[in-house]
């Protein structure tokens, strides 16, 4: 079939929920993607922030093979070498103690939803307790994460979901504490909004929020399946600020492609939290998703994904800084390592089409804002190349 057959069949049959870009890709290798026609891409999107140490990257594929060719699948009721592995080093990166695997980040979200609950419901005895959850922001697709999901378009068709959610503005500690009560469970929040537009939580904001939750024995829940693994210059976006989660929510680069996400917890949580019957998935943290996992980590210690992003953030940063001088119509660039918005005064959806034509792959992160969360490997040679587009873009605009 070519491009076009691609695209046409592909109309047909899915379920109408993307407007697709006209785009067929066939294959990636390093930063680069290959569409059926053979153009080459600039990437800066890695698959919506997965795709962290490139595409084709060899060590990874290998490690995946070996573990085809031994076990891809056995269930929880078992013990797996890979997911026992998996388990132990990602808690000691995160300084959590114990972690469930899930397929997908809004599984995560589940998983951590419920932990909460379970863990005020162990503390009171009774299960009418309330979460908070910030405006803006977005945690999943499914009826638990979309109950948790800052945008009222997202969640108006499909009826109540979760009981006894409550919004508060991000970065304003006063309107959390207005919605406190003594049943308020957990606190939900992404570290960085990523969908909602890229914004960091303010230090101040995000250190008296620990406070207020240890105060009123409330769960901290971080929401990192954006912004952690590495892209914002450290390993999770938290370390930043000198605080822990009490739940940490991954998914997105933890796999680097294959479905993966994860929720993570302290043992302090644990003790009051799930036990045997709560919880459970048939495919989560089985042998393949795991062999993934721990190549990931072993790549992202052995190259210092996380150093590099740090050593190269401030550059691309400076970079970005550059395109506001230059242009009026850029309103704000914000954001962390290698997580980034540009913001304009008008639509992106023409930016981003222009730029692909010039063989440059951008997201989008609302209307008006163009979202850049490319692979963490990058260089200075790639980020000089996506500025060029974007200024040639520019100018004619
Ligand atoms: C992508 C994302 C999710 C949902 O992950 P899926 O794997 O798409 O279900 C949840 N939270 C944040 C912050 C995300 O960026």
């Not at 998996?86 to 998983?111: Q, W, Y």
């Not at 939750?213 to 390993?235: A, F, K, S, V």
């Not at 401030?314 to 970005?320: D, E, S, T």
């Amino acid at each position: 079939m070519n491009t076009k057959e691609y695209i046409e069949q592909g109309e047909k049959y899915f379920l109408h929920t993307y407007n697709r870009y006209p785009i067929v890709f066939e294959r990636g290798e390093g930063v680069y993607l290959y569409d059926t026609d053979g153009k080459e891409y600039l990437d800066f999107g890695a698959g919506i922030a997965v795709f962290a140490l490139g595409y084709g990257n060899r060590e990874y594929n290998a490690a995946l093979e070996g573990q085809i060719s031994k076990l891809i699948h056995t269930s929880n009721l078992f013990y797996s070498p890979s997911a026992v592995t998996a388990a132990k080093e990602i808690c000691e990166l995160a300084g959590m103690d114990r972690v469930f695997f899930t397929n997908s980040g809004t599984e995560a979200i589940e998983g951590a939803i419920k932990a909460a609950r379970k863990y005020a419901y162990t503390r009171d005895g009774h299960a009418d307790h309330e979460i908070i959850a910030m405006q803006h922001s977005f945690h999943g697709r499914s009826y638990g994460a979309l109950s948790v999901t800052g945008n009222d378009h997202y969640r108006e068709p499909f009826g109540q979901g979760v009981s006894n959610i409550r919004f508060a503005e991000y970065n304003d500690i006063d309107s959390v504490k207005a919605l406190v009560t003594d049943n308020t469970c957990a606190v939900i929040l992404e570290t960085v909004q990523g969908e909602g537009g890229i914004y960091p939580a303010e230090e101040s904001f995000l250190k008296e929020l620990r406070s207020l939750c240890d105060e009123r024995d409330i769960l901290l829940i971080l929401d990192e399946i954006q912004c952690g693994m590495g892209r914002t210059g450290y390993m999770f976006a938290f370390e930043k600020y000198g605080i822990k989660p009490d739940i940490l929510t991954l998914a997105k680069a933890l796999g680097c492609g294959i479905p993966v996400g994860a929720f993570l917890m302290t043992e302090k949580c644990a003790l009051k939290s799930l036990v045997p019957g709560d919880h459970g998935s048939t495919y989560g943290g089985n042998p393949l998703a795991c062999a993934a996992i721990v190549e990931v980590l072993r790549q992202f210690k052995e190259r210092d994904i996380v150093g590099h992003v740090k050593e190269m953030a401030p550059y691309l940063a400076g970079k970005l800084e550059g395109l506001k001088e230059k242009y009026p119509f850029v309103k704000d660039v914000r954001g962390e390592g290698f997580m980034r918005a540009i913001e304009l005064d008008f639509p992106v959806g023409e930016i981003v089409t222009g730029a692909q034509q010039e063989g440059l792959v951008l997201l989008t992160a609302g209307s008006n804002i163009l979202r850049l969360v490319p692979p963490l490997i990058i260089e200075k040679e790639h980020i000089d190349r996506m500025v060029d587009i974007l200024d040639k873009i520019f100018v004619s605009h």
